[in-house]
């Protein structure tokens, strides 16, 4: 299993189950023994940190004013779910039934189970939720007074208040459930992996990067990896599949050094053509998160909560002696789902609102209280690609989402926008006068708004697609998430969806595993 991330946790979990099969974690990151995975709020230090993230940067882009943005994907054990905002989410059901039409049981009715086999929600069970397994799902121990006052308002707008956002596709507004237990981040390592280190069948390698899937006669026999920054290269056999959970970006890189990708592109760089897979790195698609910012009075947000000394003293000690607070959250605390337009039979619109302001990720907050409402387009029609830049397999690929390049796409952020305004200006907000500070009121026309995102917007961290499932000619991999034309090898990871979910996308991912690991083990009829 390559990659050590939220899909590969699963896989080497369900696989290693029956002590007589053996399973190879490989994980190219290290361990998690650093606090600030583990705090919630953490994910401010482990986000652009080389020591839990590969670090990627984006080609530029040319509707972002051909900025070059940051990418964080996990470098660590547990993956992105190790950096990511543990917001627990689905998508929607239509999602699963679009890729259900080409993809035979990957409808929702046949996923559902396998979201099912691995949760544990605090809530307890009914038609659509279970307790008992591997992956907790709490609510936020937090709340706050502005927020309150935004589902209030979108409830004033036609957006009803939720306390559980997967039991429908309605527009609906709530706080998030997230990954945690007990205020602690609950990573994919730490719910599937650290309890089962003792099975003697089951081998975790850190600091191991593949370099190479081996395939032989058209079966895939093994991989070369590498520990650390050594050259030596370390042959991995295996006897019955090698499987790929290293995520849409690294699993087409690997595939694409190893032979397996567009011939075109493997010839450029020298590369021993082994399968002409054209859609290899084809079909990236990711949320591009716009975020408006409203100067808000009369309360306070956690831009001057923590402005003093005395404020992070307080905030440390509630969060040390209550587990709860600011140290707790999420990246984002309440979520939306909204429709762009009436005409579009689900939501296509996602809030992830913030009681907090501040320039870029990772900047300095504002110094006057203020609320970010971020919102994206859940189902853009803007498709990129992964593309190596050598045969290198340790230098980074050219990763190039295309955001906004399509027109349907610049009139959904748009739209947004004005919708976000509606929201902002409703009732239940008036006493906190909120007064927007960007995209600001002179940005009225849609060239003005596009503007504005295309100075301001970034990624949500949610590249999918690009190893895509299907029967179609650039399609990857089948509805059994084999490569089409190798034998024994298999793609379990966020790279096989057709098309991006309408939501976060480390659950999705977790529950593509679960279900992988059980075709492995029934194709191989064990």
């Given at each position: 299993v390559v990659g050590g991330g939220s899909a590969g946790c699963v896989t080497a979990n369900r696989l290693s189950q029956n002590p007589n099969h053996k399973v190879l974690l490989l994980e190219a990151g290290g361990n998690d023994r650093y606090i600030w995975i583990h705090i919630p709020v953490g994910y401010l230090f482990t986000m652009n940190n080389p020591r839990t993230d590969w670090c990627y940067r984006l080609a530029p882009q040319k509707w972002l004013n051909n900025r070059i943005l940051n990418y964080p994907r996990g470098r660590v054990v547990g993956g992105c779910s190790s950096i990511n905002g543990m917001i627990y989410m689905r998508g929607q059901a239509n999602d699963y039934d679009r890729w259900g039409k080409d993809n035979a049981g990957w409808d929702w009715k046949n996923v559902l189970p396998y979201f099912n086999k691995s949760l544990d929600y605090a809530w307890g069970s009914d038609t659509v939720h279970a307790t008992g397994g591997e992956w907790r799902v709490e609510g936020q121990r937090l709340s706050w007074e502005i927020l309150d006052a935004f589902q209030a308002a979108a409830a004033e707008c036609g957006i009803r208040p939720t306390q559980h956002f997967n039991n429908s596709d309605e527009q609906s507004c709530g706080y998030f459930q997230v990954n945690q237990r007990s205020g602690l981040r609950l990573s994919a390592y730490q719910a599937f992996i650290n309890p089962i280190l003792h099975r003697k069948n089951l081998t975790v390698v850190t600091n191991a990067t593949a370099t190479q899937i081996l395939v032989q006669n058209d079966k895939a026999t093994g991989v070369r990896y590498r520990i650390g920054r050594t050259e030596e290269d370390i042959t991995a056999s295996a006897n019955r599949e090698v499987v790929l959970c290293s995520g849409a970006i690294n699993t087409p890189q690997l595939l694409q050094i190893s032979g397996i990708g567009p011939k075109h592109l493997l010839n450029r760089h020298g590369i021993d053509v082994i399968l002409d897979l054209p859609g290899v790195g084809q079909n990236l698609q990711d949320h591009l998160q716009i975020r408006p910012v409203y100067r808000v009075s009369n309360t306070r947000t956690l831009n001057t909560q923590v402005q003093s000394i005395f404020?992070?003293?307080?905030?440390?000690?509630?969060?040390?002696?209550?587990?709860?607070?600011?140290?707790?959250?999420?990246?984002?605390?309440?979520?939306?789902?909204?429709?762009?337009?009436?005409?579009?039979?689900?939501?296509?619109?996602?809030?992830?609102?913030?009681?907090?302001?501040?320039?870029?990720?990772?900047?300095?907050?504002?110094?006057?209280?203020?609320v970010t409402a971020s919102v994206c387009n859940l189902r853009p029609t803007s498709r990129g690609e992964v593309n190596i830049e050598s045969k290198n397999p340790l230098q980074p690929p050219v990763i190039d989402p295309r955001y906004l390049s399509t027109e349907q796409d610049r009139h959904v952020a748009v739209q947004s926008l004005r919708i976000t305004r509606k929201i902002l200006s409703a009732q239940p907000l008036k006493r906190f006068e909120p007064t927007?500070?960007?995209?600001?009121?002179?940005?009225?026309?849609?060239?003005?708004?596009?503007?504005?995102?295309?100075?301001?917007?970034?990624?949500?961290?949610?590249?999918?697609?690009?190893?895509?499932?299907?029967?179609?000619?650039?399609?990857?991999?089948?509805?059994?998430?084999?490569?089409?034309?190798?034998?024994?090898?298999?793609?379990?990871?966020?790279?096989?969806?057709?098309?991006?979910?309408?939501?976060?996308?480390?659950?999705?991912?977790?529950?593509?595993?679960?279900?992988?690991?059980?075709?492995?083990?029934?194709?191989?009829?064990?």
């Open positions: 404020g992070r003293i307080r905030v440390g000690l509630q969060y040390i002696l209550t587990r709860s607070g600011p140290l707790a959250m999420s990246p984002s605390q309440l979520g939306a789902f909204v429709k762009s337009d009436e005409t579009v039979p689900t939501p296509d619109l996602q809030y992830h609102v913030q009681p907090l302001s501040l320039d870029s990720f990772g900047g300095d907050l504002h110094p006057f209280d203020a927007e500070y960007r995209p600001g009121t002179v940005a009225q026309s849609d060239e003005g708004l596009l503007d504005f995102v295309g100075k301001h917007s970034t990624t949500i961290f949610h590249p999918v697609g690009t190893c895509k499932m299907g029967n179609d000619t650039m399609a990857v991999v089948d509805h059994r998430l084999r490569v089409r034309g190798i034998d024994g090898l298999r793609v379990m990871d966020a790279s096989v969806m057709p098309f991006i979910v309408s939501g976060n996308t480390n659950s999705p991912t977790m529950m593509i595993a679960e279900k992988g690991a059980e075709m492995i083990l029934s194709d191989n009829s064990l």
